[in-house]
């Protein structure tokens, strides 16, 4: 027995058997919709055959069309008019390629009129018990569909809103991650500083050879700037002395290369760089996650003064 999918959508109940009094519908149902599908069918081949100028196999298609649709116009409906084979023998054996055309759509009006009869008639006076049941699964499965898409959508927002809650966290923990590895290698840098200054005896600026390393860095991203560009320089250039003062080895330094987020660490040597100022400290800072300097997101590390009169 082949497997009824309107029936998965009825629990409880089972399709209705044809009863006996629907057999005599369901034949002139059967009938009448395969007339109407055959008429179709000959109703295009005929179309076609009158586009290639085909007068001979046009007339037979013809004479063969109104044989169908007078048939199904016999089952569906006793007001039919004169019958199309009648129109198609007065046309005679041969008839001229516009007596066609004009009969092809005498042919089509008449398919389409007795296509609507059967449509009528299967909603009306042919309406089964099984056609009801279809109805009423059909109208079910439509629901079921509605109720799936709606499930199926709320599943995918609530799964986009809970990756988003995902992503926002992962983001936060790389970003705490990411400001701690910054401010212990800011400390870092001041314990190296305060070796170097005590190694020569000299100020953070008489080491490094600047008194800002760090100016020309504002107003970029320094995230995405070259090895090459002057605010990378101005820092390698002034950690190689910071080090090498300190006595640091390269593996030391490599660490400083660049903050977590890819920018190099900016530099201000202030101590003792002004008579009217000798005490303002020396800082380490980074640009923060935006890469840029002098904002909000920055970290700055101050370095302990060596040479500030008490």
Not at 121 to 126: H, L, S, V
Not at 149 to 178: N, P, S
Request: positive net charge; hydrophobic residues 45%; aromatic residues 6%.
């Amino acid at each position: 027995m082949a497997w009824d999918l309107f029936a998965f959508f009825m629990p409880g109940e089972r399709r209705p058997a044809p009863a006996a009094r629907d057999a005599g519908i369901l034949a002139a149902r059967s009938m009448a919709g395969e007339y109407l599908s055959r008429a179709r069918l000959r109703l295009d081949g005929l179309s076609a055959l009158l586009e290639t100028d085909d007068r001979r196999d046009a007339a037979l298609v013809a004479a063969l069309l109104a044989e169908d649709l007078d048939a199904a116009g016999d089952i569906l409906t006793r007001d039919a008019g004169l019958p199309l084979a009648e129109a198609r023998a007065m046309l005679g054996p041969l008839p001229a390629a516009a007596d066609l055309a004009a009969f092809a759509a005498k042919a089509r009006a008449r398919l389409t009129f007795l296509e609507k009869e059967l449509a009528s008639r299967i909603a009306g006076p042919w309406r089964t018990d099984a056609d009801r049941f279809t109805a009423r699964a059909m109208r079910r499965a439509r629901l079921s569909l509605v109720v799936l898409v709606l499930v199926l959508a709320g599943a995918i927002l609530f799964g986009d809103a809970v990756a988003k809650k995902r992503r926002a966290f992962i983001a936060g923990l790389t970003l705490e991650h990411q400001r701690t590895a910054a401010t212990e290698a800011l400390a870092a840098l001041s314990r190296l500083a305060v070796r170097a200054k005590t190694a020569t005896g000299r100020p953070l600026w008489a080491v490094t050879g600047r008194n800002c390393s760090r100016c020309g860095c504002q107003g970029r991203d320094l995230r995405t700037v070259p090895d090459g560009d002057k605010c990378v320089r101005q820092w390698r250039e002034a950690l190689d002395r910071i080090g090498h003062a300190a006595g640091a080895s390269d593996k030391e330094l490599a660490r400083f290369a660049r903050d977590p987020w890819g920018a190099p660490y900016l530099l201000n040597e202030n101590e003792g760089e002004s008579p009217d100022f000798p005490c303002l400290p020396d800082t380490f800072a980074t640009a923060g996650q935006n890469g840029l300097a002098g904002d909000g997101d920055d970290i700055q590390a101050a370095v302990p003064n060596a040479f500030c009169p008490k």
